[in-house]
């Protein structure tokens, strides 16, 4: 059973005086927008007033976030007022008048203000009577706060939509970067260890045919068996290092980036703090895109130095690994579809993870990856 931590009681009688004029102002606002846009909806204008009524609602709904949290320590994040889609602003109108949030500021705004004449009235009594402002005073702030909650308080039908929605299209790109993965895979055996291999063996079966009659000519061939023996083995442990590299798997992120990094002909500097150890698929998609971005950055960036920066956020939705990679080479990087920085996107995704690439022209170019430690 958990306790009810309620605020102090300077601090809830600050709120309850607080919230009344703030409240005042709020509610007689958003009405007289509202009340004026449907008056004059009929010749558009309105239409223009009920936009504006509906961001002063989210606005003001933050207000009162701030006010709540500030003073009673409620969990109230402050929330967009109007996000940029990147829609047309006819639509961005629309989004933002049938919005459930909206309407729910909306909503709090009314309840809210006949509450804050209530809470007005019982902080102001409980001023000269101590005792009635030490028990009344944060009990009733604590339930005001708690309506803010309630309906200021992140849209979890909402949020649970959204992530479910995010998850679904990050399982499909998930399933075509495992496909993609697959047919790399196949294609490396194909055309590398399986030619070697096959090589090996004819050369073998021709030493044995001349065991006798030409003992030197099967030694030459044996030779060369034997040397393309050892590139099949080379290129097969490449081929497993690329699947999921053995370092990794012994020595963590920090002596596996260290190891991509010494590999790479540009200097580069590497940070890696992740105490304690994340998930091995965290690892894994972090030295992947690690590696991807350093071939990249060989291969395309002209740059003279990079730096990869790894480390570990406490976050309130849980923790996450943040990889940066950073080089000054020219830019113009971008995550066009089908590129590999798309297939470095496409495999944070699995994990609910999101990659982001900031690479104006003249660089520098910024890579970073948000990794969940649960998803």
Known sequence: ????????????????????????????????????????????????????????????????????RTLTGADLPAQPVLADTGEGMLRQWRTLLTDRRTWRDFLYLMLEFPLSIIGFALAVASIPLVPL??????????????????????????????KAERLQASRARGVDAAEAERRRIER????????????????????????????????????????????????????ARGIYPAVLGDRGLDAALSSLAARCPVPV???????????????????????????????????????????????????????EITDNGTGGANLRPGGGLAGLADRAATIDGVMTVVSPLGGPTVIRADLPCAW
Not at 51 to 66: D, E, K, L, Q, T
Not at 203 to 208: H, I, M, S, Y
Not at 222 to 227: L, R, S, T
Request: glycine share 6%; charged share 20%.
């Open 1 to 68: 059973m958990t306790t009810r931590q309620y605020p102090h009681p300077a601090a809830s009688i600050a709120y309850l005086l607080g919230a009344f004029p703030l409240s005042l102002f709020t509610f007689v606002t958003t009405v007289v927008l509202m009340c004026v846009g449907v008056s004059t909806v009929i010749i558009w204008v309105g239409v223009v007033i009920l936009v504006g009524a509906a961001v002063s609602a989210r606005a003001f709904g933050n207000a009162h976030r701030y006010w709540a």
């Open 188 to 239: 490396d055996l194909h055309d590398g260890a399986q030619q070697r291999l096959v090589a090996v063996a004819m050369g073998l079966g021709r030493a044995k045919g001349k065991f006798d009659a030409d003992p030197e000519g099967a030694r030459s061939l044996i030779d060369e068996a034997h040397a393309d023996a050892k590139l099949a083995v080379a290129e097969l442990r490449d081929l």
């Open 269 to 323: 500097e590497v940070t890696v703090t992740v105490n304690p150890r994340p998930p091995a698929a965290v690892e894994s998609t972090a030295y992947f895109i690690v590696g991807e971005s350093l071939t990249n950055i060989t291969k395309h960036a002209d740059a003279t130095t990079a730096m990869i920066r790894v480390w570990r956020e406490e976050r309130p939705a849980g923790d996450q690994v943040v990889v």
């Open 133 to 162: 402002a030490l028990w009344v005073a944060p009990r009733y702030a604590w339930l005001h706060s708690q309506l803010a909650v309630a309906m200021l308080g992140p849209d979890r039908t909402a949020d649970l939509t959204a």
